[in-house]
């Protein structure tokens, strides 16, 4: 028995079934003639039941067999219950659940499987529980759709039905698949957790009162990126950028109806602020001009004698658009203080206001302030106690507030014409600009910036330690460290609050109530534990279904000594970011995790908001590493998408298409090992057939190496009789250095998430150090000695080695083939699956001055096959070496001339002369053609015999 089983298989009792024994032919230069046949049953060829090739609906079907076989649905419980810790502990970002599963999903679940995987085969237990985000407005439009109703028709708990119901089945869909491939996990509903399960549910509502009690979150009145089109709230990530986004832009006067004192001078005269804007239909709501303190301006006049108040910087633009201006004087922003101008609708005076953000890059240098309608604007007016005018409702259409001329009209639809219409009078100059705009990303309509009242978590409270954190967090790949960090750093620092409230119903609630008559907000912990109850004991729709009596209880209305019809629940829910954002604190064990590994775009997101609330909740980040992949696109680099028509469906490729010539089944392994080799190293990883085609002839390529190994290991010895002890030659020992070394080198790539290094190095290894050099060279050991040859035997040990370490580096990226390759071992009686099994390396292995040794010898080999394109066993060769060169290449042929020499036999010659010469300063090789009969049994040339054998083949064959 080889090292490698005495390790990891132990002494099965049970039987193996094997299909029709299947015989490799061993090729050699020379044709055998039909009477050379008598001695093939001498020779101990390789013999195996393991198929060359697997292909169309046999692959699929082989794919399913070692699913069941090999137990993989078990493996992660299995793992859980017999492997050590500490636990590397792999929290799953939850895929969004509304539809079938994508390219997106199979770059992210593989990845996954291979980091956990690579830690199994290693002995280490990993803790990996697969999840779903389930709540959002995505899935409550889809669940709208399908319902076929105007949704002004149905009812909370209606709309709440239907998407609960796809949610489940988009669940249903993608965990099937997902298992298909091979991911290790416990797909059983309770292995797994949904953001709307009760459980998860309860969790949250009370890490969100942990919030609210630690001040981290409130309730106000500021702008927020909404969207018309679904009415709502949205968070960044919900955000998409379209760059040929046009807009109407204007140049407009506003006139001062107060001077300041330095222009003071210009009093009775036609002074006016000019401004340029992108979004005129906010010009309603202006309530602010601001300007930059610090910058030079000008009052500038046109040939009319109108004075116009314009940044120096930006006087020659502004004369290309509106006409020739003369300076009359110049100031600085500061010395505006004390400026007012009169609203160009309402003819409300409005004050000037020095802004931090106000810039002399573009515009005029005078900023139109609308804070229900920006960030900077908004935070301007708080700075100066200004209260927001909000003239724009859920619908995206004016209100009453904003005048009769204006009210119902759609502001990005109608807004703009109308204003200018209604000021045209003081539009000094339009223009139609393209240029990136948020879009909603379900809808795929434009958002605006509106105020509302809304929930907030207070980010720039937890910035600076969020900043801290971040900075500690291990991020790969690692060639992309510094520009990812700077990526989630910028996204830290820009933010100016997080908004967690959305107008929908299919979510989690905001657990508050409001009293009516003040708008003052009710949240108790008692309060809390008690709506948690009513989670369990109603279920998730308890909110919508219960009325606030029931919700509040008679004890606390009591205490509270109100009526229940002077308290109203809230609409709103928590933002989807949030519910998985917060999953860290349900799934975790200790809270933290070795790994997030997701796409890029989760900067914006998943890992932004799992940090966010991680810090605020148990100040530190939730994750020690952070992984991040690419996204899947097509042949010409585009992203995948249904509108376009270039989504791949994975399955096909798993399964094929309905016409197998034009879409053939791959298998799930092909899939893998695309993502391997390109998911690690890529932003934009392309799908293309050509990498395809090129993976599965890879993974043959493998296949037939892993064959050959398992042919070799075939013992021919049903008796258990051989009791020699094995012996081992310096290319044996070379072999388990080199396995040494490759196994040192992969599990460092695993364990830096550099998988397509992986799969090159294996590809690398196995083709050319284990077969192109070793299994080549070991075949006429392994073919023509004696069974129970101590250097044949030696040479076996190592082919189980070889095969154990191989299979085992390449498992977690090739389950299927290696749990086949396995199973198919001949001393693996009882079918264990790979994943179940022990290896053990010996640190005796690493032997450094062995391979010095025979590396010089391979040396010595390339050297031959330059001199001779023939068959080198015709050749003797004559070696010329310096003392140093000698010294080693004497370890393999300690006589001065030999034809039986391991030296021979790792330069395939038919006998070498090895001379020292210290006049040599680099090896000196030369040939000579042999005229010596072939052994008609190993096909070699080797010293002269009188018969058709070689004197070896003779004596093994007791032939005198």
């Not at 379900?442 to 809304?454: D, E, F, G």
Request: overall charge neutral.
């Amino acid at each position: 028995m080889s090292m490698s089983l005495r390790c990891s298989l132990g002494r099965a009792k049970a039987s193996l079934s094997i299909q029709a024994r299947v015989i490799f032919k061993y090729y050699s230069s020379q044709r055998e003639k039909p009477a050379e046949k008598r001695y093939t049953n001498t020779v101990l060829l390789p013999k195996t039941s393991f198929p060359a090739k697997i292909l169309g609906k046999k692959r699929v079907e082989m794919d399913q067999y070692l699913l069941d076989k090999c137990r993989f649905a078990d493996l992660y419980n299995w793992q859980r219950e017999n492997l050590e810790g500490p636990d590397f502990v792999l929290h799953d970002g939850p895929p969004y659940a509304n539809g079938d599963p994508h390219m997106g999903h199979t770059i992210n679940k593989v990845l996954k499987d291979i980091t956990t995987r690579s830690k199994v085969i290693r002995g280490q237990r990993v803790h990996y529980i697969p999840g779903w985000d389930c709540h959002g407005l995505p899935i409550e439009l889809k669940a709208l759709t399908d319902a076929k109703k105007k949704v002004l028709n149905l009812t909370p708990l209606q709309i709440r039905g239907q998407a609960r119901k796809f949610a489940e089945e988009a669940v249903a869909k993608q965990r099937q698949v997902f298992a298909s491939w091979g991911i290790m996990a416990n797909w059983k509903e309770k292995g797994c957790y949904f953001t709307n399960n009760t459980s998860y549910i309860i969790n949250q509502l009370q890490q969100f009162f942990q919030l609210y009690e630690k001040k981290l979150v409130y309730r106000d009145f500021k702008p927020v990126y909404w969207s018309p089109s679904s009415r709502t709230a949205l968070a960044e990530a919900e955000l998409e950028y379209k760059s040929d986004h046009q807009s109407k832009c204007a140049t407009i006067r506003l006139v001062l109806v107060e001077l300041p004192p330095k222009l003071a001078a210009y009093e009775g005269k036609s002074v006016f602020g000019l401004a340029w804007t992108t979004t005129p239909w906010t010009l309603v709501a202006n309530q602010a001009l601001a300007y930059a303190s610090e910058a030079n301006y000008c009052l500038a006049e046109d040939s009319q004698g109108n004075l116009y108040i314009i940044a120096v910087d930006l006087l020659d633009k502004i004369i290309e658009k509106i006409g020739e201006l003369k300076v009359v004087t110049t100031f600085v922003g500061s010395d505006l203080k004390g400026a007012k101008y009169s609203h160009p609708i309402t003819g409300t005076t409005l004050p000037f206001l020095p802004g931090s953000h106000v810039n002399t890059e573009q515009g005029t240098g005078l900023v139109h302030t609308a804070p229900a309608h920006g960030q900077e604007d908004f935070l301007l007016a708080l700075e100066n106690n200004i209260s927001v005018i909000s003239l724009v409702d859920e619908a995206g259409t004016y209100t009453s507030d904003a005048g009769l001329e204006f009210e119902s009209l759609q502001v990005l639809d109608q807004g703009t014409e109308a204003v200018l219409n209604r000021i045209n009078g003081n539009i000094l100059h339009t223009e139609v600009i393209t240029h990136s705009y948020p879009y909603d990303w379900r809808t795929k309509k434009p958002v605006i910036l509106r105020a509302s009242n809304q929930w907030f978590i207070d980010t720039n409270s937890l910035k600076e330690k969020a900043t801290k954190c971040a900075e500690n967090v291990n991020i790969y790949p690692q060639q992309q460290r510094t520009a990812w960090r700077n990526a989630l750093l910028s996204q830290l620092k820009q933010r100016p609050y997080w908004c967690i409230s959305r107008q929908r119903v299919w979510g989690t609630p905001i657990p508050v109530l409001y009293y009516k008559n003040t708008g003052k907000i009710f949240i108790t912990k008692d309060w809390i534990d008690r709506i948690c109850k009513l989670v369990e004991k109603y279920g998730d729709d308890f909110w919508w279904d219960l009325p606030v009596k029931k919700l509040i209880g008679k004890k606390l209305l009591a205490e509270l000594n109100v009526s229940d019809t002077d308290l109203e629940k809230g609409q709103d829910i928590l933002d989807i970011w949030f519910d998985s954002g917060i999953s860290w604190s349900f799934v975790l064990p200790d809270k933290k995790a070795n790994l997030y590994m997701e796409g890029m775009d989760q900067f914006t997101g998943w890992f932004q908001s799992s940090l966010l609330t991680s810090i605020a909740l148990q100040n530190c980040a939730p994750y020690q590493d952070l992984f991040v992949h690419g996204f899947a696109v097509d042949e010409k680099g585009n992203k995948m998408s249904k509108s376009v028509g270039n989504v791949v469906n994975p399955e096909e490729i798993t399964k094929g298409g309905k016409d197998m010539n034009k879409n053939p089944a791959y298998g799930v392994d092909v899939l893998r090992w695309w993502v391997a080799s390109h998911g690690t190293q890529h932003a934009l990883v392309p799908m293309k057939t050509t990498l395809l085609q090129g993976s599965a002839e890879t993974i043959n390529k493998l296949r037939n190496v892993f064959r050959f190994l398992l042919g070799a290991l075939h013992t021919y010895d049903d008796k258990k009789n051989i009791n020699v002890e094995p012996q081992y030659q310096f290319l044996d020992r070379y072999m388990l250095h080199q396995l040494y070394q490759y196994s040192q080198q992969i599990q460092l790539l695993y364990d830096k998430y550099e998988y397509h290094n992986v799969s090159k190095m294996i590809v690398s290894f196995i083709t050319n150090d284990v077969s192109a050099i070793y299994c080549h060279m070991i075949k006429d050991r392994l073919y023509c000695e004696k069974i129970d040859s101590p250097y044949r035997l030696g040479a076996l040990d190592v082919t189980g080695e070889v095969l154990a370490v191989t299979v085992r580096s390449a498992a977690p990226i090739l389950p299927h083939l290696t749990e086949e390759v396995w199973l198919h071992h001949p001393e693996n009686l009882a079918s264990v699956p790979l994943f179940h099994s022990k290896h053990k390396l010996l640190e005796s292995w690493n032997k450094p001055e062995v391979k010095e040794t025979v590396e010089k010898a391979l040396h010595v080999k390339s050297i031959i096959n330059k001199l001779t394109s023939e068959n080198s066993w015709l050749s003797r060769a004559i070696i010329r070496a310096n003392s140093k060169d000698f010294e080693l290449l004497s370890l393999l042929q300690p006589n001065e001339t030999s034809a039986t020499s391991e030296l021979c036999d790792i330069c395939q010659v038919s006998s070498i002369t090895l001379v020292k010469d210290d006049t040599c300063n680099e090896l000196n090789v030369s040939l000579e053609t042999v005229n010596q009969p072939l052994c008609k049994r190993c096909r070699r040339y080797l010293e002269p015999a009188d018969g058709e054998l070689c004197d070896r083949c003779a004596e093994i064959l007791n032939i005198e």
